[in-house]
């Protein structure tokens, strides 16, 4: 983490603190859990609409190495309301503080696919970064044949913006998959989500 997300940390485990009543909750990731992302992380459920899957040993350390390394993110772990059992992962990366935006990226064993945890974890990230980071938009690509991801973004209040779509590499580099680029605003997160998380 670069020296100036370092003033975020405790802003952003005080918010975090509070979600832990709900279905699902992100919490600042930890060294304890690593090991349990590392275990579960390798899900084929997780990453069967990637470009580049993590399904082996190899391929997820190699990925989540470089997750732990960058130094302009704030990473998370999402564990489950009931049991506090790590199921997840999500981050905002990219942040850029004086563009006022930031990238994010969210993954969920198979098992709690398609529940309605989505929603929890979103608001839980977003409101670090509109409430704590002060940006001013948050954005994702999202490869265009994963429509339950695409669906679940935009029911939550992000919009699709098709000039800034793209075209990325896969494993079969003959293949190029279409990305859109999804992303939502403080002042309609702000609108659209007038609860508390």
């Known amino acids: 983490m670069d020296n100036y997300l370092e003033k975020y940390v405790a802003a952003t485990q005080t918010l975090c603190s509070s979600f832990m009543q709900q279905n699902a909750y992100i919490s600042p990731l930890v060294a304890e859990d690593i090991t349990a992302l590392k275990a ?8 069967r609409f990637a470009r580049f899957p993590k399904d082996t040993t190899d391929a997820f350390d190699s990925y989540f190495d470089r997750v732990l390394s960058d130094s302009d993110c704030l990473l998370f772990t999402i564990k489950c309301g009931a049991s506090h059992n790590v199921i997840g992962f999500t ?16 993954w969920l064993t198979g098992q709690y696919q398609g529940k309605g945890l989505n929603h929890f974890i979103k608001q839980q990230l977003l409101s ?6 002060q940006l001013d938009e948050v954005y994702c690509y999202v490869s265009e044949d994963n429509q339950p991801s695409i669906k679940s973004l935009l029911k939550f209040g992000f919009e ?38």
């Not at 670090?128 to 980071?133: G, I, N, R, T």
């Open 40 to 47: 579960i992380g390798m899900d084929p459920d997780i990453w």
């Open 160 to 197: 699709v913006d098709a000039s800034k779509q793209r075209f990325s590499p896969t494993r079969k580099s003959t293949i190029e998959i279409p990305q859109h680029y999804i992303f939502i605003t403080a002042a309609n997160f702000a609108s659209a989500h007038q609860t508390n998380c």
């Open 91 to 106: 981050r905002l990366k990219n942040i850029n503080v004086t563009e006022k935006r930031a990238e994010i990226g969210t």
């Open 128 to 133: 670090v970064a509109f409430k704590v980071l």
